[in-house]
């Protein structure tokens, strides 16, 4: 099976830096994606890392490190608007991309 | 425009009875996607479709039967619904299954449908 944790909920100011971080246990792994919810609205994705290493998109970025089973996503420069939900999520060795999402991390930027 | 949409977006409903929800995507992905999002926002797989074949079949009761009539669409039947049910069901499509390519990775969402079982 499969299961991932991250923290539940993180506060920050607008313009600091958040890491959330996301550990997993899986019995086969391909890669590690994450996905950004507002309150109402649609899973949207952010990125996926395949391999070890650093992602950079823009504010945001996520690192993998496949040996530790452990990722984060970095949210840099933080807005307003990044209040949301981030769900990190595990591709298995299962058939048909099947993810596995974590429980989540609410994040609330202050102003 | 819209890229994923499904209709409705809010379902109320009494216990007992049958309920539909329909996805379509115009974004020529092959492979599509049911999950269920429950009120602490836990996001689980139900189904995937690859080409109108099913794919993924996550232990879901057989009240809910998923039927694809062409890899645009892929609709959700539920019978005899349940308080349990109640939940925001979310259509989602990929380029198709996955492979090394991020964009093979990247699953796009619908808005979702907002059920509520009474």
């Known amino acids: 099976g499969q299961s991932l944790e991250q923290p539940s909920e993180v506060t920050a100011v607008e313009g600091a830096i958040v890491q959330i971080n996301c550990t997993y246990q899986t019995s086969g792994f391909y890669g590690l994606s994450w996905y950004q919810q507002h309150d109402g609205g649609a899973p949207t994705f952010l990125s996926y890392?395949?391999?070890?290493g650093l992602e950079e998109t823009g504010r945001f970025s996520s690192f993998l490190s496949r040996s530790d089973s452990y990722g984060y996503l970095l949210l840099q420069e933080l807005q307003m608007k990044d209040s949301a939900s981030y769900f990190c999520?595990?591709?298995?060795?299962?058939?048909?991309?099947?993810?596995?999402f974590g429980g989540g991390t609410r994040v609330l930027v202050k102003p | 425009d819209t890229a994923v949409s499904q209709t409705p977006k809010y379902l109320v409903t009494q216990m007992g009875n049958d309920k539909s929800i329909k996805c379509e995507q115009n974004l020529g992905h092959d492979t599509m996607y049911w999950y269920k999002q429950d009120s602490k926002k836990f996001l689980k797989i139900m189904f995937s479709?690859?080409?109108?074949?099913?794919?993924i079949n996550e232990t879901v009761p057989n009240r809910f039967s998923p039927k694809s009539p062409d890899k645009a669409h892929l609709n959700l039947h539920i019978n005899s619904l349940e308080l349990g049910d109640s939940a925001v069901y979310f259509c989602a499509s990929s380029q198709g299954l996955a492979g090394v390519r991020s964009s093979y990775n990247e699953q796009f969402f619908g808005p979702g449908t907002r059920l509520t079982v009474l």
């Open positions: 890392n395949g391999l070890d």
């Open positions: 999520a595990v591709r298995g060795r299962a058939a048909g991309n099947k993810l596995t």
């Open positions: 479709y690859n080409n109108k074949e099913l794919i």
